[in-house]
């Protein structure tokens, strides 16, 4: 079992940045695939960015360039770096992790409300 929970989200302005934290327990941080979706009201959750054990990155189109995914195996922990923010990336982000599968395990989420 792996628990997920994030940290970081808040208000901010349009062209603002924020950092979100991923921290991770229960099995070995080097073996998991991170990754980083977001869920709008009244719409379906999203991926946004994703990290592989080699440290391999992927984003969504949406973000590219704006948004940079980290991560540091001392800590145990995954990070959302954020910048140029918009209003339409308001929403409630979601680490998840896992070993062969990316959405094997889920955080609780964090919201993060950009205003313009």
């Known amino acids: 079992q792996v628990q997920l929970v994030e940290s970081g989200g808040g208000l901010v302005q349009a062209g603002g940045s924020l950092r979100l934290s991923c921290a991770t327990s229960?099995?070995?941080?080097?073996?998991?695939?991170l990754g980083w979706f977001r869920q709008a009201p009244g719409k379906e959750r999203e991926f946004v960015a994703a990290?592989?054990?080699?440290?391999?990155?992927f984003y969504a189109d949406s973000v590219k360039g704006r948004f940079t995914v980290s991560r540091d195996n001392a800590k145990n922990t995954a990070y959302l770096q954020m910048n140029n923010l918009k209003a339409a990336d308001t929403a409630v982000y979601y680490c998840?992790?896992?070993?062969?599968?990316?959405?094997?395990?889920w955080g609780q989420g964090t919201q993060v409300t950009v205003s313009s």
């Open positions: 990290i592989t054990r080699s440290d391999s990155t």
């Open positions: 229960g099995r070995t941080f080097s073996t998991l695939r």
């Open positions: 998840a992790g896992g070993v062969t599968t990316l959405t094997r395990y």
